[in-house]
């Protein structure tokens, strides 16, 4: 399937839980949004665009875009669904790749594995398979997920179900008989494991996350998933948190 592959980034300051949790300093100054700009970056075939509710507070986020180079496209607040479309729409994408922002351990072999996927498949929508669920339903924060523009229409012509219009790719995954979907593998090294949280949605999360990568990072620049397991694994007091964290905020 031809065309361009764009990068998405689904973001704003207005989380409930942590607002502006995505630009406060996380690692050596720079913030989880700059971090990922930069992974992504890295992927110099695929245009990136912000994609960020029209709402004035979100206005720094316009401006951390302009700096870095990318597009960034002011949409609905509360129809990411159609926020994901018209961004898509303003610059011709017809194949996504949807990034969610509060994710700072985003594995660019993944990305890669993902990309090398879409290329040569006519699939409406490619994800990870993890533990018998869909990546983008589990707490670990590892990966992207690749949708097409017409499967996102698709969705919005369907259904009105607010659901499905805050969680843009739901309907997709939840109704695989109208949709061709295909599923990648990922490490064994998570088989059967439920206990690790490394999405950014509250102030234990951001604390926890930003003491691992720190740590981590200075050692690994660009650490493997495996090498993240390994260095929780051996610090268990962060597995205590996360276990306590997923419960609150189960998905």
Known sequence: MGGKIVFVIQARLGSTRMPAKIIRPFYRGRSIIQLLLE?????????????TPQDSSNDLLEQIATEAGIGCFRGSE??????????????????IIRVCSDNPFLNEKAIEQLLEKAENSSADYISFWVNDTPSIKTHFGFWTEYV????????GELTSESLYHEHVTNYIYTHPEKFAIEWLP?????????????????????????EIYTELVEE????????????????????????????KNSK
């Not at 992974?39 to 994609?51: G, N, S």
């Not at 097409?148 to 969705?155: C, E, F, G, N, S």
């Open 39 to 51: 992974k992504l970056k890295q992927f110099a075939e695929c245009d990136i665009v912000l994609a």
């Open 186 to 210: 990922t490490t064994t090294c998570l088989e059967g494991r439920k206990d690790i949280r490394l999405t950014c949605d509250t102030p234990i999360d951001f604390q926890n996350t930003q």
């Open 148 to 155: 097409t523009l017409d499967a996102l229409k698709r969705v």
């Open 78 to 95: 509360n129809d990411v669904l159609q926020r994901f479309i018209d961004a898509a729409e303003s610059i011709n994408a017809k194949r």
């Open 220 to 247: 690994h620049p660009h650490p493997t998933i495996e090498d993240i397991v390994a260095y929780i694994d051996s610090h268990p007091q962060y597995l205590q948190t996360m276990k306590a964290e997923i419960e």
